[in-house]
């Protein structure tokens, strides 16, 4: 019997997600969170076989709960399911330690096949996210633009999750002073918006 665990911000999803896994005879869903930091204590109080894991929550996120599961040593497998493709999304996530990325239009069974997956230990990506991986790696590389100081500062937190008031409030600026950067960034890496900005830098090697 794998032993589930779901997060998600959203009952509706939970909901819907604990429906069908109750359907499935090998799978057990022993608890739910609503953010990073129930997750976190669910699965030390669960210890779940796999986590199913939402990436952006209020409050502790699911790149960041990843990463407070693997400090503590819990050794459930982390399988993200989100809304969001974006290739930095992908790469954080798999820094952080996830087991697999898939995402919220796939098909039930799909979903059911990764988790069963990466109970195994198996890495699971959906279609979408490992063509755009294969589209990534075929792509050429980026030079890498020259960022002041500040620039990269503001740059490293906005690929963390940071709202521009976040941003000001760590570096002790103003949130004018940081749309300021963020507009040099954009310039400097031929990008329009902040997700953008964060795969470019990533193609370019700047948040390595």
């Known amino acids: 019997m794998i032993r589930l665990l779901l997060v998600d911000d959203h009952p509706v ?17 022993v608890g739910e969170a609503s953010d990073g930091d129930q997750a976190v204590a669910r699965a030390v109080a669960e210890s779940p076989d796999v986590v199913v894991m939402d990436l952006r929550m209020p409050g502790t996120g699911g790149v960041e709960a990843i990463r407070e599961l693997r400090r503590r040593g819990v050794a459930a497998r982390v399988l993200v399911l989100t809304t969001f493709d974006a290739d930095a999304d992908l790469l954080d996530a798999v820094a952080a330690g996830a087991t697999g990325y898939l995402l919220k239009d796939a098909p039930g069974e799909e979903l059911v096949r990764a988790v069963r997956s990466a109970h195994r230990g198996e890495a699971v990506l959906s279609p979408a996210v490992a063509s755009r991986l294969m589209t990534r790696a075929a792509a050429p590389a980026v030079a890498a633009p020259t960022l002041s100081k500040r620039e990269l500062e503001v740059l490293r937190l906005v690929a963390g999750g940071a709202t521009n008031r976040e941003a000001a409030r760590t570096l002790f600026i103003s949130e004018t002073t940081v749309k300021t950067h963020l507009l040099h960034l954009f310039d400097k890496l ?4 902040r997700a953008a ?12």
């Open 190 to 193: 031929g990008v329009r918006d």
């Open 197 to 208: 900005a964060v795969d470019a830098a990533h193609r370019a090697g700047l948040l390595e």
């Open 13 to 29: 999803v939970r909901d819907g997600l604990r429906a069908m896994f109750d359907t499935i005879e090998d799978i057990t869903v």
